[in-house]
């Protein structure tokens, strides 16, 4: 597995999330490619903002490159770009047949731009060294069992508890909720994951997730979920949990 490691611009919870990524790339046997992008943005225009979004100099980069040879060892590609962050990102996405991309939330602007165009399982590192215990949303549609397969081959390297959640928006529609379980576990046995906790809840989809996320190292969902005609469960509530979630995030479409 091939995965682009987002590390500039570089801010105080840097090394944690090397240390995260490591971790997956170890149980996903991936090779990890280091990027850093160094925002070209024209004297006239700068700002704090702007600097903050990843005005980079060169004595930055290399500082980063140094943290990054340190942690992860030095057989860790390192590529330096410059530009506009998002572009240059999903860029280097398509050209580089990667398999995941790994970046910290240092702006959530900058995280919700990256997030809805990646098209690579996305795991937006937020705190925590820990990746133990796993929050899988499902809805039953295909988008969410694909991120309960690849979220559940994630946990069984690691050796993390998985807990599937699925919401009701009221009892009437419960049965859906537990039917979308029922799917989501068939699904985990497709990579031989069975020891899952299962929890259907009723509620506000967006408020449940927040409430239950709080207790989980990584919250796991699709961007997308069920068409409007089969009852949308959570494809329109995932960039509002994005946007408020305090865990790590892993996107998968």
Known sequence: ???????????????????????????????????????????????????????????????????????????????????ELVSQVLDEIEKGGYDMLIFGDVDRKL????????HVPTLIYRRGEQLSRFLVCTDGSEHSLRAARFAGRLAKAMKAKLTLLSVAKSEEERSLAEDAIRKAKEALAEVSVSEVEEKVETGKVREVILAEEKGYDLLALAPRGLSKLERVVLGHVSLHVLEKAESNILLVR
């Open 1 to 83: 597995m091939n995965i682009l490691l987002l590390v500039c611009p570089p801010y105080s919870e840097t090394e944690k999330l090397l240390k995260v990524a490591e971790r997956v790339s170890t149980a996903l046997n991936g090779r990890i490619t280091a990027l850093c992008v160094r925002s070209e943005i024209a004297q006239k225009y700068y700002s704090p903002f702007s600097i903050q979004l990843g005005k980079v100099d060169k004595e930055e980069e290399k500082k980063v490159f140094e943290e990054i040879t340190r942690i992860l060892g030095e057989d860790v590609v390192k590529l330096s770009r410059g530009g």
């Open 111 to 118: 995280t919700k731009k990256i997030a809805e165009y990646s």
